[in-house]
C-alpha cells in the first residue's frame, strides 16, 4: 500500500466528493501549539503505484480542518489555528490563493463541515465557543450560534435535512441539534 508522508502532523482528511481518488490532508506543525501548517491535496490515482501531491498551501499557524465544497470541484476551506477559515481553489495557480480569508472567530477554528443538502453554505466550530454559518458568496459569517459553555470541537450537518446540525463541545454537550 503506498504511503504520503506529510512534514508535519496529520490532523483532518477528506475525501473530494467530485473526484474518488483525490483528497485534502490538514496538518500543523509542533500538534498545532505553535508554528506553521499545510494543506495537501493528494490523488490516490488507482493505475499508479505512487501518491501524487497535486498542490500544497503553507499557512503560518497550524491547520485543523478541512472541507472540500460540495458545489464547486476545485474548492476547499481550511480551519486554521489563528481563528481564520482559508478558501483555496486547486483550479489556480498557488499565488493566486487562497482566494479569501475570513477571520471572525477569536480562537482557533477546530472543524469544518460543508452542507451536502444545501451544498453552498458550511459550519466552522470554533475553540471560542461558537459555531459560525458561512457561505462563499458572502464577506462575512450568516451566524452565529453561541449556545457552549466552552470549545467547540466540530460540527456537523444533517444530511436529511438541510437546516438541522449538531455540535460536540468541551462542555460536556456530546450533540446539541439545532436549525441554522
Known sequence: MPVFKTP???YS????PFYESRLAVATSQNFGILGNGRVHVIDLS????VINEIIAYDTADGVYDVAWSESHDSVLVAA?????????DT??????????????HAREVH?????????????????DDSVKLWT???????????????????????PKHADVFASASGDCTGM?????
Do not use: M
Open 136 to 158: 462563499l458568496d458572502r464577506p462575512a459569517s450568516i451566524r452565529t450560534f453561541r449556545e457552549h459553555a466552552y470549545c467547540v470541537y466540530s460540527a456537523s450537518w444533517n
Open 8 to 10: 508535519f502532523n496529520g
Open 46 to 49: 488507482p493505475t499508479s503505484p
Open 13 to 16: 482528511v477528506k475525501f473530494s
Open 80 to 88: 486554521i489555528a489563528d481563528g481564520s477559515i482559508k478558501i483555496y
Open 91 to 104: 483550479a489556480l495557480p498557488p499565488q493566486s490563493n487562497p482566494l479569501r480569508s475570513f477571520k471572525e
Open 111 to 127: 472543524g469544518l463541515d460543508y452542507n451536502p443538502t444545501r451544498r453552498d453554505s458550511f459550519l466552522s466550530a470554533s475553540w
Open 176 to 180: 446539541d441539534p439545532r436549525a441554522a
